[in-house]
């Protein structure tokens, strides 16, 4: 004979089974939906309960580990979670990929799906397509009034679809990533279809049989832009930014053909991440570029070239960045970089703090100029790649012999082992510093 239930445990079984729909569902949500689904088999009543449970759906989460066999299986689960006659599901997040797609009707579905979750008030979306030959998105998801975050991540070559009744009034965040558009008219009409929009990224995204790139956006507070992947030759148009609530800028990868960056007075941070320059406009697009962030309060800038471009700008008195406090910098086979940054260092006469490092740098400081900001403004350096070299020393002595206010200079030591660290650190400790407050902290 089994044995049997202990009384108390059937009293906690019929006080969580008299426990209203709405109760049992809430506890249900916090957890994965795997277990969730689980409790469909306790009894009739529980066979549907899960699914009012489930508000996020992620397939990179689902289809993880996934046998072959059991695609069906995930297929049939979603077809019931979304066409469910007793439970209408309304999911809040839903991040779907195409990895278990075979061919183009196995995408019929799929838009079924898609268009289902829009059609209930669905606020988050991503989409994952690895397949080159996608048929065209389904045309809700362009004319969603309940969208707040829309995510497209796409391998397709052809170009991308935006219909011309796109109006997306509630969303707020917009990702693009590895999207091809062949006229600048598209990109243009789906950015300004998100009517309050506030954080854009772009990703490797191609822009075809375009002069300029504009975007153009007054509720924009965050911007991403990332070329890092995208061929010289591909870039050849202008960008065009209007954006004065922007608070937050990135951009990595291509100095490309011109830049028009307007109204940019509310920018607090930048990261400027440059891999390559356009061979015939890099000079005066890198002037272009660092003039329409001259309002930034803190700026990290690395220089990923071999180009000297960016550093002909200083004399330039439009690149004056008053608002500047903290600068990182960071460059990699730059010719005499050094010398390039306490030159630039003359741009930026408030600042307070700058973090460096010190690998591939060449001597040839004593005889620059002064900074201003050196001699009034600079509390903190932070110089990683210390490694004993005379540059580094010479590097070194210079801010302490020039930073007449530095309270404080930390240096992160590399390569070094055993007694050559400990010399060293003793020739750092001992370099003389014009600034009484100044203290030396080694890593």
Not at 83 to 102: A, C, G, I, K, T
Not at 160 to 173: R, S
Request: negative net charge; hydrophobic residues 40%; glycine residues 4%.
């Amino acid at each position: 004979m089994g044995r049997r239930q202990q009384p108390e445990t059937v009293g906690v079984l019929d006080r969580i089974n008299n426990l209203p729909d709405s109760i049992l569902s809430h506890i249900l949500s916090f957890l994965p939906n795997k277990e969730a689904v689980r409790t469909s088999v306790l009894s009739t009543r529980w066979k549907y309960l899960f699914a009012s449970s489930i508000s996020i759906l992620d397939f990179e989460h689902c289809l993880k580990n996934l046998y072959e066999e059991d695609v069906n299986n995930f297929m049939n689960f979603v077809d019931t979670l979304l066409f469910n006659p007793r439970e209408r599901v309304h999911l809040e997040s839903f991040w779907v990929n195409d990895y278990f797609v075979d061919d183009e009707d196995d995408y019929l579905p799929l838009y079924g799906w898609i268009s289902t979750a829009l059609s209930r008030g669905l606020k988050n979306i991503g989409i994952n397509f690895i397949n080159e030959k996608v048929p065209v998105l389904p045309t809700l998801l362009f004319t969603s009034h309940s969208l707040v975050t829309l995510t497209l991540f796409l391998h397709i070559k052809d170009d991308m679809k935006v219909p011309t009744n796109a109006c997306l009034p509630n969303v707020k965040n917009l990702c693009l990533t590895n999207l091809a558009f062949e006229d600048g008219y598209s990109i243009l009409k789906l950015i300004s279809s998100c009517h309050v929009l506030e954080d854009l990224t772009i990703y490797d995204c191609c822009f075809h049989s375009i002069s300029e790139l504009n975007i153009h956006n007054h509720l924009l507070r965050r911007l991403i832009l990332c070329f890092e992947h995208v061929c010289v030759r591909d870039y050849d148009y202008v960008m065009a930014i209007d954006a004065p609530s922007l608070v937050y800028f990135e951009y990595t990868g291509i100095v490309g053909k011109g830049y028009t960056l307007s109204n940019m007075k509310s920018l607090v941070k930048a990261e400027i991440s440059i891999s390559h320059f356009h061979e015939v406009h890099s000079e005066r697009s890198a002037t272009q570029l660092l003039q329409g962030i001259c309002n930034v309060q803190s700026l990290h800038l690395a220089i990923e070239a071999f180009n000297e471009t960016f550093f002909r700008t200083r004399l330039d008195p439009k690149l004056v960045f008053h608002n500047l406090v903290e600068l990182e910098f960071h460059s990699y086979y730059c010719y005499r970089k050094g010398v390039r940054l306490v030159e630039f260092l003359h741009n930026v006469p408030n600042l307070k703090t700058l973090i460096l490092d010190l690998a591939d740098g060449e001597e040839g400081l004593r005889s620059l100029p002064i900074p201003s900001c050196l001699l009034f403004h600079v509390k903190e350096i932070k110089i990683s790649g210390v490694d004993g070299s005379k540059y580094a020393f010479e590097m070194i002595s210079y801010f302490l012999n020039h930073a007449m206010v530095l309270e404080k200079l930390i240096l992160k030591m590399i390569n070094l082992l055993g007694k050559d660290e400990l010399c060293i650190l003793k020739k750092l400790l001992r370099l003389p510093r014009n600034s009484k407050k100044c203290e030396v902290v080694v890593h």
